[in-house]
């Protein structure tokens, strides 16, 4: 298991509680038995109890939407973390319950999108990357799929593939690749690079669940992961799709994207891998051995882990403020990029104008490329803002999307 200086610093924290007695968090507050971990400051609980409360949490969380029906088929997003390797033994553990009362009915498969090659400075030769992600995916005895990033730019149907042994490679083309850099680095900021991804990944996900006929996808986004991107949504300006970013279920896309880990905080998540001993490796990412102030997101990260040093229950209140949000109106506009609700502003002048009036005279653009940004959001407007190239942000699987689109309407 990885180990970083934020994993001890909570595990110090878990022994050390700041106020009351000390005494009161050495035994477990459910049994007399001694307290392996103490949650929010305030609940010490031992092990054999912490795992039922785990376990219970997630059943829970799944079971009290009544989305997902028995034995339906999900697909799992395993990026190899922490919280995506919690998911997933948490899910296999939920499934594999003896005890059929709190066992979880469902047919899970797994899918890994490589990217870490992408993100490296310099291009790295790939035959010299070791992926033990598709090693322990494949361990799990369930069906594996992978694909990379840059697939995205794939026009057929073959940009995934089944894995079939532990040391095959994530599917690649030296084409997709050009396009990929080619975009990716036309974006100027590193917030726009880190929202690109998410977009990309995200929609790589949901195409691989579509045509594997998994009405759902299972995310490893935590209660914390779900904070940060809640403020950094919101500071984006993207107020209308905060709903579906947060809640439990975005169902904007034709499979239902699911959160079940997002009522677990980052400590839980932590010692429920440390108690099972899970297997997790946090790779480097864009914004790795930068500053703070990098990107929108890792300063909405530390101003939220610094705030929950004395108010433990920050991630959770903010969580729940995002679940009462609603969009304003309904339109019947969607965004090509995210597939979220585009606004439709109708008396004043808006931020929506404005934005669109900065783009045409900032680029001196085209009509078609006007046309182009009149299909995306607000939050996707703002990203491609950054670009300079905007022709070529759009990954190839949306384009054979809307020409199907259009194609079934033209049918019709
Ligand atoms: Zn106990
Ligand atoms: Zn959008």
């Not at 783009?359 to 085209?366: C, E, I, P, Y």
């Not at 022709?391 to 259009?406: D, G, H, S, T, Y």
Request: net charge positive.
């Amino acid at each position: 298991m990885c180990s970083n200086f934020e994993n001890n610093e909570l595990f110090e924290n878990a022994e050390v509680p700041q106020t009351g007695n000390q005494k009161n968090y050495s035994v477990c507050k459910k049994c007399d038995k001694s307290s392996f971990v103490l949650l929010q400051k305030k609940d010490p609980f031992c092990k054999s109890c912490f795992y039922e409360y785990c376990r219970h949490k997630f059943r829970s969380t799944i079971g009290k939407s009544n989305l997902v029906p028995h034995k339906s088929n999900v697909l799992v997003a395993f990026s190899g973390g922490l919280s995506s390797s919690a998911l997933t033994d948490l899910l296999i553990d939920s499934i594999q319950n003896p005890d059929s009362h709190k066992k979880l009915h469902l047919h899970p498969s797994f899918v890994f999108v490589n990217g870490c090659h992408l993100l490296c400075k310099e291009r790295k030769d790939l035959s010299n990357v070791q992926f033990n992600e598709i090693g322990r995916m494949f361990k799990t005895g369930f069906k594996c799929f992978v694909t990379s990033l840059e697939m995205c730019f794939q026009s057929d149907g073959t940009f995934y593939e089944q894995i079939t042994s532990e040391t095959q490679f994530p599917l690649t083309n030296n084409d997709c690749q050009q396009k990929w850099f080619d975009s990716f680095e036309s974006l100027n900021s590193l917030t726009a690079k880190e929202e690109y991804i998410r977009r990309t990944r995200h929609l790589l996900i949901m195409e691989i669940a579509k045509r594997e006929k998994c009405p759902f996808v299972f995310l490893g986004s935590s209660g914390s992961r779900l904070a940060v991107n809640l403020l950094t949504d919101i500071s984006q300006g993207k107020g209308n799709q905060l709903q579906n970013e947060v809640g439990f279920c975005d169902d904007r896309h034709e499979v239902k994207c699911l959160k079940p880990m997002r009522e677990f905080v980052k400590k839980e998540i932590l010692f429920w891998a440390k108690m099972r001993d899970v297997v997790y490796e946090e790779k480097r990412n864009l914004t790795t051995q930068l500053s703070k102030k990098a990107t929108l997101s890792r300063l909405t990260e530390s101003f939220i882990t610094g705030l929950e040093e004395s108010f433990p229950a920050t991630v959770y209140t903010i969580v729940r403020t995002g679940n009462k949000l609603k969009p304003l109106a309904n339109s019947s506009k969607t965004c090509s990029l995210c597939l979220s609700q585009v606004d439709e502003p109708k008396d004043n002048y808006s931020a929506i104008d404005a934005l669109n009036d900065t783009l045409r005279l900032s680029r001196n653009s085209t009509n078609e490329d006007i046309n182009k940004f009149e299909n995306l959001c607000y939050g996707c407007k703002t990203m491609i803002r950054d670009s300079n190239n905007s022709a070529n942000i759009i990954p190839e699987l949306i384009r054979c999307k809307q020409r199907e689109i259009i194609d079934d309407f033209l049918l019709k």
